[in-house]
């Protein structure tokens, strides 16, 4: 195995106003952008060369990782010119593959967060003779995902899109995001049109009788589509509950990037990440929650579970649960924003302007 495909060119509505700046791919978690770790973890599986498959903000991500040689990989990049879908993006890099038409070539989607095991996936590919192998792993509430039961063999039985009653909830397996394909199979993929893996080459391959097996692997699995959700997986990976050999530091309770700033008496617990020039004030206190470069958290503030964005700044005595500030708002002292709650970039909140909001 030395190939994979990352899809990477999503927009992350469901992120801002985390990616108005930024792609979604390229936020910081655990102090680098989240990329960062799947392109590490790949590595460490035996992954040489890699397509990115790019979209929203295409232009940042060859500047950041070059060549990939820093990495120990080969990059290359390949940007749609109109959004293509899951099935698309794969199409349209595949002229970018190296691998004989037996082989298998890894695909990750760009924003799980995941302690999948990929040499394994790779084997159970290679032993089973699958056209197509996908990553399965098991939720409690599987209704706002894919289900995929399987055989007692693994072999994929089906493809059920977002059950929401009982009797359509025959699993609890779901599509956690990475496959092996084999290379022929890719390119049987229509071009020049949208197309998406899970609604219409998987139900497709399977009704023509090609061999789709699942892996179930239900080690570490978050799906970052959320502020909230992105905040929790960049607390796990400095925690160590999530695996990555890029995280920059010992895991812990929390990471301090060098240049930051941090009052002696400032508590930082939770998985924090401060990040590079971001500066914590006395008293302060940062519990479960990421401040992007530059961010500043003024005395006595109490921010948990949130995520402050590059150059924002968080008043005296302020008050920040569950919340995302955008790249440089300006939030007062004494405001108190709660669960839900988004400010957009380079807003500006005067003192005591909010006491609680709910969900905007």
Same mark, same amino acid.
């Given at each position: 195995?030395?190939?994979?495909?990352?899809? @990477?060119?999503?927009?992350?509505?469901?992120?801002?106003?985390?990616?108005?700046?930024?792609?979604?791919?390229?936020?910081?978690?655990? %102090?680098?952008?989240?990329? !960062?770790?799947?392109?590490?973890?790949?590595?460490?599986?035996?992954?040489?060369?890699?397509?990115?498959?790019?979209?929203?903000?295409?232009?940042?991500?060859?500047?950041?990782?070059?060549?990939?040689?820093?990495?120990?990989?080969?990059? /290359?990049?390949?940007?749609?010119? /109109?959004?293509?879908?899951?099935?698309?993006?794969?199409?349209?890099?595949?002229?970018?593959?190296?691998?004989? &038409?037996?082989? &298998?070539?890894?695909?990750? =989607?760009?924003?799980?967060?995941? %302690?999948?095991?990929?040499?394994?996936?790779? +084997?159970?590919?290679?032993?089973?003779?699958?056209? @197509?192998?996908?990553?399965?792993?098991?939720?409690?509430?599987?209704?706002?995902?894919?289900?995929?039961?399987?055989?007692?063999?693994?072999?994929?039985?089906?493809?059920?899109?977002?059950?929401?009653?009982?009797?359509?909830?025959?699993?609890?397996?779901?599509?956690?995001?990475?496959?092996?394909?084999?290379?022929?199979?890719?390119?049987?993929?229509?071009?020049?049109?949208? #197309?998406?893996?899970?609604?219409?080459?998987?139900?497709?391959?399977?009704?023509?009788? +090609?061999?789709?097996?699942?892996?179930?692997?239900?080690?570490?699995?978050?799906?970052?589509?959320?502020?909230?959700?992105?905040?929790?997986?960049?607390?796990?990976?400095?925690?160590?509950?999530?695996?990555?050999?890029?995280? &920059?530091?010992?895991?812990?309770?929390?990471?301090?990037?060098?240049?930051?700033?941090?009052?002696?008496?400032?508590?930082?617990?939770?998985? !924090?990440?401060?990040?590079?020039?971001?500066?914590?004030?006395?008293?302060?206190? #940062?519990?479960?929650?990421?401040?992007?470069?530059?961010?500043?958290?003024?005395?006595?503030?109490?921010?948990?579970?949130?995520?402050?964005?590059?150059?924002?700044?968080?008043? +005296?005595?302020?008050? @920040?649960?569950?919340?995302?500030?955008?790249?440089?708002?300006?939030?007062?002292?004494? =405001?108190?924003?709660?669960?839900?709650?988004?400010?957009?970039?380079?807003?500006?909140?005067?003192?005591?302007? @909010?006491?609680?909001?709910?969900?905007?």
């Amino acid at each position: 195995m030395t190939e994979a495909i990352l899809l @990477v060119g999503g927009k992350g509505t469901r992120l801002r106003p985390l990616t108005v700046n930024t792609p979604k791919p390229m936020v910081p978690a655990a %102090g680098v952008p989240f990329l !960062t770790h799947q392109l590490a973890r790949a590595r460490a599986a035996g992954v040489e060369h890699i397509v990115l498959a790019t979209s929203y903000l295409a232009e940042v991500f060859e500047p950041h990782f070059g060549d990939g040689s820093s990495l120990g990989l080969s990059l /290359e990049y390949v940007t749609e010119e /109109e959004p293509l879908g899951t099935g698309g993006a794969i199409r349209n890099v595949a002229s970018r593959l190296h691998s004989a &038409p037996d082989d &298998p070539v890894l695909i990750f =989607n760009g924003d799980i967060l995941t %302690g999948l095991d990929i040499q394994a996936l790779v +084997a159970t590919h290679s032993d089973s003779g699958a056209d @197509v192998s996908l990553h399965l792993t098991r939720v409690e509430d599987p209704r706002a995902f894919g289900l995929v039961p399987t055989d007692p063999t693994g072999r994929v039985t089906a493809f059920l899109e977002k059950p929401q009653t009982p009797e359509e909830i025959v699993t609890d397996q779901i599509n956690a995001g990475a496959y092996v394909f084999r290379r022929s199979v890719i390119d049987t993929i229509p071009t020049g049109r949208p #197309v998406s893996v899970e609604r219409e080459t998987f139900p497709e391959l399977l009704s023509s009788g +090609a061999h789709l097996q699942g892996m179930v692997d239900s080690t570490y699995w978050l799906d970052l589509g959320t502020p909230q959700a992105f905040v929790r997986g960049s607390a796990d990976l400095v925690l160590g509950r999530a695996p990555s050999p890029a995280v &920059p530091g010992r895991c812990g309770d929390r990471l301090v990037l060098p240049s930051a700033r941090v009052a002696p008496d400032a508590k930082l617990t939770g998985g !924090t990440v401060v990040g590079a020039d971001a500066v914590v004030g006395e008293g302060a206190r #940062v519990a479960g929650s990421t401040l992007l470069a530059g961010a500043v958290v003024e005395p006595g503030a109490v921010i948990t579970d949130s995520l402050i964005g590059a150059g924002a700044r968080i008043g +005296a005595r302020t008050v @920040v649960s569950g919340a995302v500030i955008g790249d440089g708002a300006q939030v007062g002292p004494d =405001n108190e924003l709660r669960e839900g709650v988004r400010v957009w970039c380079d807003a500006i909140l005067p003192a005591g302007a @909010v006491r609680f909001s709910s969900d905007q």
